[in-house]
């Protein structure tokens, strides 16, 4: 019985020190593939204005990565993160990047996409940008430092750019919500695109406002940009935490 007992044990530690060990080999794999992509950004040293000879309407920092993947519509930044990733975009679609990476081979750390229901030409009022809360800190797992609201202080500014354009956000609210079943009432922050008026602006914003985690003393006008950062949060069944920002100037490339 002692024997049967070591045996079944033995088992269950090989079987658990496998996963480890493929759970962190496929992260370390991840994380290799990112930095590749991060090599294919173009040091420039022309004006953000600049493009690429080829296609003058993508920045020259980000043609490399468009002509490797048209899928890649932007780059989104924090500093003081390690929030610093290539943005997909594959309209209509929400699952090519959801466990794929930039190269589309599966990953399940995925990449940040925007939602396929936005639009880039035009572009959309509110862009909503997905990432995964990953537990070894990867991809938006470090947007739960903004439940704290010292770290907010901190980290107030959020560079997105899209392929012809720099940008810098502020950032406006930080949101604990649902994610809704299809049929389930209630509001829903990533269900929003753009803004017909002034009036339908306010009333998502104020629904915003009252989830909210504290203020921040920003407010949002119609016309403004808006990008919303949208990650996985445990403290509730199918939660999510959401941050909310506008654009306030055009930026230079990092």
Not at 30 to 40: I, R
Not at 79 to 107: C, Q, R
Not at 197 to 217: K, R
Request: hydrophobic share 35%; aromatic share 14%.
């Amino acid at each position: 019985m002692q024997i049967f007992i070591f045996i079944v044990a033995l088992i269950c530690f090989l079987g658990s020190g496998g996963y480890l060990a493929k759970y962190y080999w496929e992260r370390h794999i991840s994380a290799k593939n990112m930095d590749e992509v991060k090599s294919l950004l173009v040091e420039e040293t022309k004006s953000a204005e600049t493009g690429d000879d080829t296609n003058p309407e993508i920045l020259l920092r980000y043609s490399r990565l468009h002509e490797e993947n048209p899928d890649f519509a932007g780059w989104i930044q924090i500093p003081g993160t390690s929030i610093d990733y290539p943005v997909m975009y594959v309209a209509g679609d929400n699952d090519t990047y959801l466990h794929s990476n930039f190269n589309k081979e599966w990953d399940a750390s995925g990449v940040p996409f925007i939602d396929g229901n936005c639009s880039l030409d035009p572009i959309s009022d509110n862009l909503i940008i997905y990432g995964h809360h990953m537990n070894d800190g990867s991809m938006f797992q470090q947007l739960m430092n903004y439940k704290d609201k010292d770290f907010y202080e901190s980290h107030k500014t959020i560079y997105f750019d899209t392929l012809n354009e720099t940008g810098t956000y502020t950032v406006v609210a930080v949101i604990l919500a649902r994610a809704l079943g299809e049929y389930e009432q209630g509001f829903r922050y990533y269900g929003q695109y753009t803004f017909g008026d002034e009036d339908d602006l306010n009333e998502y914003m104020s629904n915003i406002y009252q989830m909210a985690l504290y203020d921040t003393g920003e407010t949002v006008s119609f016309g403004d940009k808006l990008i919303t950062l949208s990650t996985c949060e445990y403290s509730q069944e199918d939660g999510r935490l959401a941050v909310i920002a506008k654009k306030t100037s055009l930026s230079l490339p990092k």
